[in-house]
């Protein structure tokens, strides 16, 4: 068996061709304020990607620069600010931030309506009381990608490998928000002992670890559907997941790649969840 191998790019393209056609409705153009560590090299890459997204997609981004000599005080200021700013519709605070710093009391600051990347402990709770907008992007991104080739998760047995609150414990509330075709998630993670034995009965199988070659060929169910949230840079510069794909693809019947998988749609995600505060704030 060689498993179909889900085409991100091309579902992201659609969603965001769909999406922009909303924005240019509105009337208006939105405004994205992000908190942006710019000491932070891998934040700079995330932070040129989101700005180019929202140019061309008719959103203003506004970038508001912050390192390890801002005073905590004064970022706390300034979300307060953006938060009663009605021309600011969506804020983002980039991470991680400076060490410093108390995230969790800076990522709680921020408006609730105005979180575009679902951060805040108020919209990663209402998660489990069902569909819920923002939500964490990478989540969406991959239960979004699973039900793309499986449209009926009922009766199935999903894993998340992965615990952290914005993508394995978001994926399965996610997961668990359709009361009739809901599947049946475990949660596991990289001390979990004998991680085989359960990602062998998942035939829906989400690994968010940010480690490389994590999952292997023989620990996939045979016909399951392998969704890739992990990103990993080689020392050769290699950016890969946390499967080991070239194992993997020969097991699944449905797998994503990396690059290419769950990374273009997540920025479709981040989006629709602009729209959402959007919505909220107008």
Request: charged fraction near 20%; glycine fraction near 8%; proline fraction near 7%.
């Given at each position: 068996m060689t498993a179909q191998v889900i085409d991100g790019a091309a579902l992201a393209t659609k969603w965001r061709e769909e999406l922009v056609r909303e924005i240019s409705a509105l009337?208006?153009?939105?405004?994205?304020?992000?908190?942006?560590?710019?000491?932070?090299?891998?934040?700079?890459?995330?932070?040129?990607?989101?700005?180019?997204?929202?140019?061309?997609?008719?959103?203003?981004?506004?970038?508001?620069?912050?390192?390890?000599?801002?005073?905590?005080?004064?970022?706390?200021d300034l979300i307060g600010r953006l938060n009663a700013d009605p021309g600011v519709h969506g804020i983002t605070v980039h991470q991680p931030l400076p060490a410093s710093y108390d995230s969790a009391r800076i990522l709680a600051a921020v408006s609730p309506s105005k979180d575009i990347e679902a951060a805040h402990p108020e919209n990663l709770g209402r998660l489990s009381f069902g569909e819920h907008y923002p939500?964490?992007?990478?989540?969406?991104?991959?239960?979004?990608l699973a039900r793309s080739v499986r449209p009926s998760f009922r009766g199935l047995e999903a894993?998340?490998?992965?615990?952290?609150?914005?993508?394995?414990?978001?994926?399965?509330?996610?997961?668990?928000?359709?009361?009739?075709?809901?599947?049946?998630?475990?949660?596991?993670?990289?001390?979990?002992?004998?991680?085989?034995?359960?990602?062998?009965?998942?035939?829906?199988?989400?690994?968010?670890?940010?480690?490389?070659?994590l999952v292997r060929g023989?620990?996939?169910?045979?016909?399951?559907?392998?969704?890739?949230?992990?990103?990993?840079?080689?020392?050769?510069?290699?950016?890969?997941?946390?499967?080991?794909?070239?194992?993997?693809?020969q097991v699944a019947a449905h797998i994503t790649p990396v690059p290419g998988g769950v990374g273009p749609v997540t920025h479709a995600i981040l989006l629709k969840n602009i729209l959402a505060c959007v919505r909220k704030t107008s």
């Amino acid at each position: 068996m060689t498993a179909q191998v889900i085409d991100g790019a091309a579902l992201a393209t659609k969603w965001r061709e769909e999406l922009v056609r909303e924005i240019s409705a509105l009337g208006f153009r939105p405004s994205v304020a992000a908190l942006h560590n710019e000491t932070d090299s891998a934040n700079r890459v995330y932070m040129k990607r989101q700005r180019s997204l929202c140019d061309k997609s008719g959103i203003e981004y506004k970038v508001h620069p912050i390192t390890a000599q801002t005073p905590e005080r004064e970022v706390l200021d300034l979300i307060g600010r953006l938060n009663a700013d009605p021309g600011v519709h969506g804020i983002t605070v980039h991470q991680p931030l400076p060490a410093s710093y108390d995230s969790a009391r800076i990522l709680a600051a921020v408006s609730p309506s105005k979180d575009i990347e679902a951060a805040h402990p108020e919209n990663l709770g209402r998660l489990s009381f069902g569909e819920h907008y923002p939500a964490p992007c990478a989540a969406s991104a991959a239960v979004a990608l699973a039900r793309s080739v499986r449209p009926s998760f009922r009766g199935l047995e999903a894993v998340v490998v992965g615990r952290s609150p914005y993508i394995g414990k978001a994926i399965a509330a996610i997961l668990l928000q359709s009361k009739k075709e809901a599947p049946t998630p475990t949660i596991c993670h990289t001390a979990t002992p004998d991680l085989g034995l359960h990602t062998r009965r998942a035939d829906l199988l989400f690994v968010a670890t940010g480690r490389a070659g994590l999952v292997r060929g023989e620990m996939v169910k045979p016909g399951a559907t392998v969704i890739d949230v992990g990103i990993n840079v080689l020392p050769d510069g290699k950016i890969t997941g946390d499967v080991v794909f070239e194992e993997a693809v020969q097991v699944a019947a449905h797998i994503t790649p990396v690059p290419g998988g769950v990374g273009p749609v997540t920025h479709a995600i981040l989006l629709k969840n602009i729209l959402a505060c959007v919505r909220k704030t107008s």
